[in-house]
């Protein structure tokens, strides 16, 4: 009887470290999947931008006779400590620049409010008044047609290409009435490209120079929200990051120094690695022209 609960005894024993094993085994399988799904929602562009863990298998080393070895429970338990670690720090960062891009939008969003009642309550403009002088007229030759009112953007010495690429030619005509310092009608085709080409990779290029019309034209109001809306439309567009640049301007002009310094943060944790020295120098002038901290 003694000998059957020595062996009963021996048994539980030797049984806990199996079962606490296989728990933490479990416990590491999930924290694995779960750090895969944490690396695509933050480098959605593939597993190449992913950030392994840093929790490779130390290499076996001699281990000088009559030193216990670590138990597979130990290894283990550092594993899961080292991935929950990792886990904290992801889900903080995520935490963080989710939180400035809602402040972000919540700041712009109050602030195009303003600028649109503003922009409402301003006074008509004047309208023509009918006059009540008759005004005589040549008498039109027989067989004369009234000529259709059509407001097509007239040339006037600026060239309209004719590639066979709508949105290309439509696009590069936008940009010369802009060149030329025309900036109605730039404003104009520049929307039109918008429009008529959203999905095109010229949309990003045209909502950008829309916002550098309106900018160029003393218009930093209009200007802000053609750039704002460039990167939240086409995030990943060419032009973003340069949209984000000029609306701190379009900001700094509107004598909004505080939220110029927010936007010029936003384009340094979001583009930082995607934009040129050139413009990472501009960025920071800016910064220090804006007194940012």
């Given at each position: ?14 049984a ?5 094993q ?17 690396q ?18 130390v ?6 006779a009559g030193?216990?070895a670590?138990?597979?429970?130990a ?5 899961v400590?080292?991935?929950e670690?990792?886990?904290a720090?992801?889900t ?25 009642a503003r922009f409402?309550?301003?006074p ?9 002088v ?14 259709v009112?059509?407001t097509?953007?007239a ?17 590069t005509f936008?940009?010369?009435l802009w060149?030329?310092k025309?900036y ?9 490209v918008v ?7 010229r949309a ?15 218009k ?10 460039n ?7 060419e032009?973003?990051?340069e949209?984000?640049y ?5 900001l ?34 800016a910064?220090?022209?804006a007194?940012?901290?």
């Amino acid at each position: 009887m003694q000998k059957w609960m020595l062996a009963a005894g021996a048994a539980m024993v030797l049984a806990a470290p199996v079962e606490a094993q296989s728990g933490l085994d479990g416990r590491v399988g999930k924290l694995e999947s779960e750090m895969r799904a944490v690396q695509r929602k933050v480098f959605p562009g593939g597993a190449g931008a992913t950030v392994s863990p840093d929790i490779s298998p130390v290499p076996d080393v001699a281990t000088p006779a009559g030193t216990p070895a670590t138990t597979p429970i130990a290894d283990l338990t550092a594993r899961v400590s080292s991935l929950e670690q990792q886990m904290a720090g992801m889900t903080g960062q995520i935490e963080q620049a989710q939180y400035r891009l809602r402040q972000l939008e919540e700041q712009f969003v109050a602030y195009k409010t303003a600028t649109d009642a503003r922009f409402q309550s301003a006074p008509p403009a004047a309208t023509a008044v009918e006059s009540d002088v008759t005004v005589p007229t040549a008498p039109r030759p027989a067989g004369a047609t009234t000529p259709v009112a059509t407001t097509p953007i007239a040339g006037g010495g600026v060239e309209r290409p004719s590639t066979g690429d709508a949105a290309e030619d439509d696009y590069t005509f936008g940009y010369r009435l802009w060149a030329a310092k025309r900036y109605a009608d730039a404003a104009t085709q520049l929307k039109k490209v918008v429009a008529d080409h959203p999905k095109h990779r010229r949309a990003s290029f045209a909502q950008n120079l829309l916002g550098r019309t309106y900018l160029d034209d003393n218009k930093p109001s209009l200007a802000s929200i053609a750039f704002y809306d460039n990167y939240k439309k086409y995030p990943d567009g060419e032009r973003a990051p340069e949209s984000l640049y000029y609306l701190g301007s379009a900001l700094l002009k509107l004598d909004k120094p505080a939220d110029a310094c927010k936007v010029y943060g936003e384009l340094i944790d979001v583009y930082g690695d995607k934009i040129s020295p050139a413009m990472k120098t501009n960025v920071a002038r800016a910064r220090t022209g804006a007194k940012c901290s």
